[in-house]
Nanobody
Framework: QVRLVESGGGLVQPGGSLRLSCEASGGTFRNYHMGWFRQAPGQERESVASITWNSINTHYADSVKGRFTISRDNAKNTVYLQMNSLKPEDTAVYYC????????????WGQGTQVTVSS
């Protein structure tokens, strides 16, 4: 399984921006579709965005469409989540995950990075 390490979280004011990064190691990055998930206190984990191995297809949760952008750089083994126009309800621990192109489920998860949107 690929190992994933997220970075880029922090405290930001409403309306601000953050870019999360997730670097993969221990596997062939282009063999994986990638996703970002988040979990707020007392809530279930939810899918935020996903991207195919070749970046051709992306998908977003309705709550982040038009504000968040997922991208990847296969040469750097890294997936990104650009988050703009952040809202307090975006506050959560954000996780990246990897799913083999032949698999239906995500099998590798990062440790998470905290994003807090507050004035």
């Amino acid at each position: 399984q690929v190992r994933l390490v997220e970075s880029g979280g922090g405290l930001v004011q409403p309306g601000g921006s953050l870019r999360l990064s997730c670097e993969a190691s221990g596997g062939t990055f282009r063999n994986y579709h990638m996703g970002w998930f988040r979990q707020a206190p007392g809530q279930e984990r939810e899918s935020v965005a996903s991207i195919t191995w070749n970046s051709i297809n992306t998908h977003y949760a309705d709550s982040v469409k038009g504000r968040f952008t997922i991208s990847r750089d296969n040469a750097k083994n890294t997936v990104y989540l650009q988050m703009n126009s952040l809202k307090p309800e975006d506050t959560a621990v954000y996780y990246c995950a990897a799913r083999e192109t032949t698999a239906a489920m995500y099998s590798s998860w990062g440790q998470g990075t905290q994003v807090t949107v507050s004035s």
